[in-house]
Each structure stands twice: as C-alpha cells, then as structure tokens.
C-alpha cells in the first residue's frame, strides 16, 4: 500500500527536526542516531541535501544524500514507525535519485546493516544490488559488532 506524501528539500534550519526524526526512525537498541549537528555537518557538504516527507502536518521521514561528480551516496533514511510500509521509503528514494541525477550523478551508492532484511529488500525492490561488505561497521549498543553490505545502482 502506498499513501502519498509531500516531499520537499530542507536547509540547515531544520536539523533539529532531522535529529528527531532520525532518532525515532531508529528504534532498536544500539543503533547509531545522528544528531543536529551530524545533519548540520552533512548539508554543509558540497552536493548534499536532505529531504523531508511529511503527511499533512506532520512530518514523517527523511533522506539524505550527497552528489561528487557522478557518484551520489544514500547517507540515511528514516521513516517513523507509524508510517512504514506506506511507500513513503521508496517515495525519498526514487525523489532523491531524481535529484541526484540532476546533480550530475550516474550511479548511487549506499550501506545497509547485514541485520536489516526490510531495508536490504526494499533497495534490492529499486534496482540496488551488493557490491561489497564492510566487516563489523555498525557497533550496537551491546558491543555487538555488525557488517554493512554497499550496495550500488545505476541512475541513468
């Protein structure tokens, strides 16, 4: 099921509500949370952004990403609880690959924890597919160490 939601960039004034959001888009214990400043220190990047979806009023979710030349990065997304599973994650994505492109880039890179099966599905779902491993990337609160897995997609 997919519900539609407003999608719109954001600049450095609202890296207050990205830290929120990131933080409660992340509910399992140990992982890692970004804080305002990680957001401030991203849209300070040359070839970076951040978009926002919101429902209604509120807001929902987020994505991150930056553009060098023709490579662009996923560098995080973030959807509440209460609004997975509404194609609101693909709906960032695909608008943040659109304005990748529009950067100039021609493929898109991102990781994903090994332990994140929904996530590794819905990349794969958008044309994304593992091109390497980093070994014990994530560290979770319980010291657990956990590999990323980089995935790639073309743009063009």
């Known amino acids: 099921m997919s519900t539609l939601v407003d999608i719109a960039p954001v600049d450095a004034t609202a890296v207050d509500l990205l830290a929120a959001l990131h933080a409660a888009s992340f509910c399992r214990p140990g992982d890692e949370r970004w804080s305002a400043q990680a957001f401030s220190d991203v849209l300070g990047m040359p070839g970076s952004f951040c978009l ?35 194609g609101t994650a693909r709906q960032l994505i695909l608008r943040s690959m659109g304005r990748c492109v529009e950067g100039g880039a021609r493929e898109m890179y991102l990781e994903v924890a090994e332990d994140n099966p929904t996530a590794q599905l819905l990349y794969r779902s958008l044309g994304f597919f593992q091109v390497g491993r980093r070994k014990g990337y994530y560290l979770r609160l319980d010291s657990v160490k956990v590999d990323a897995l980089t995935m790639r ?4």
């Open 153 to 156: 997609r073309d743009l063009r």
């Open 52 to 86: 926002l979806a919101s429902a209604g009023p509120d807001p929902v979710g987020f994505c991150a990403c930056r553009v060098a030349g023709p490579e662009s990065e996923l560098l995080s997304l973030g959807v509440l609880p209460r609004q997975r599973r509404a």
